[in-house]
């Protein structure tokens, strides 16, 4: 058996806003662009790598960003991963069920945790500072998430939406 994770940086967020809270802070155009372009190709992998559930951040952009992906599955969003540092998202993780998830979190714990969970890192220019909307897909052979360890992942890959996009990355 295999569990696999979609690991996805908030789109780009909107700094110029009255909103009162950095918590608060919603997408810029940009970002909501990027959000529907990875939603797009999440629904476009292979049926093995499809989440069942989101695990997210409670911050509007990441609310947002999943809003904009337009998937059709169950979501849990906790306060727990906003900010949350790798010992804190490895944690949520051991407590999972589904076995296919996308999660949506925040730099630098985001990041960190990338680079701690797989064996060996994809072959991106950008993977080192996992810019807004980086996506990486990471395989794992376990029953269940109880069973993860850091440095046991295989990249699957690795996307940013300016490469979506036709931009460069």
């Not at 990441?62 to 944690?91: G, V």
């Not at 949520?92 to 999660?103: D, G």
């Not at 052979?141 to 046991?152: E, K």
Request: hydrophobic share 35%; aromatic share 8%.
């Amino acid at each position: 058996m295999t569990c696999s994770l979609l690991l996805t940086r908030h789109t780009k967020s909107d700094w110029n806003t009255e909103a009162p809270s950095d918590h608060q802070r919603p997408l810029n155009t940009r970002g909501q662009r990027s959000a529907e372009v990875l939603g797009t190709w999440i629904r476009g992998l292979s049926p093995r790598y499809q989440p069942r559930k989101l695990l997210s951040s409670s911050a509007e952009r990441t609310r947002e960003t999943f809003e904009r992906m337009d998937l059709d599955i169950p979501s849990f969003f906790t306060e727990r991963l906003y900010l949350a540092t790798p010992e804190i998202i490895l944690n949520v993780l051991h407590n999972a069920e589904e076995k296919h998830l996308l999660l949506i979190g925040h730099n630098p714990g985001l990041m960190e945790f990338a680079h701690q969970v797989v064996k060996h890192p994809p072959h991106h220019s950008r993977f080192g500072d996992y810019p807004t909307g980086a996506t990486l897909l990471i395989e794992f052979d376990i029953d269940t998430w109880s069973d993860l360890h850091l440095g046991t992942g295989r990249s699957i890959d690795f996307v940013v939406p300016r490469e979506l996009l036709g931009e460069p990355a």
